[in-house]
């Protein structure tokens, strides 16, 4: 938490939970970057399902895009 940006103060916490990966962003919802935020994963890791704040998100390649500044991701990693 507390890491400044041009477009803020943003805090996150990243933690495997067995096969998924979940991904907590706060950050200032009045200044989300144009871009959005991007969670991207290892070149080693394969996502799966994914969900942000409940609802269906797909993957362009290695990088997620969030559009919004507070989300609860969740990524189920594909088996290899």
Do not use: C, M, Q
């Amino acid at each position: 938490d507390g890491l400044n940006t041009p477009y803020g103060v943003l805090g996150y916490t990243l933690k495997r939970d067995g096969d998924s990966i979940l991904f907590d962003l706060r950050a200032d919802p009045k200044r989300v970057p144009p871009g959005a935020y991007v969670l991207s994963l290892a070149d080693d890791l394969t996502p799966g399902r994914t969900r942000i704040d409940g609802r269906k998100a797909a993957w362009t390649g290695h990088e997620l895009r969030i559009d919004k500044a507070r989300a609860k991701v969740r990524v189920a990693l594909a088996k290899p």
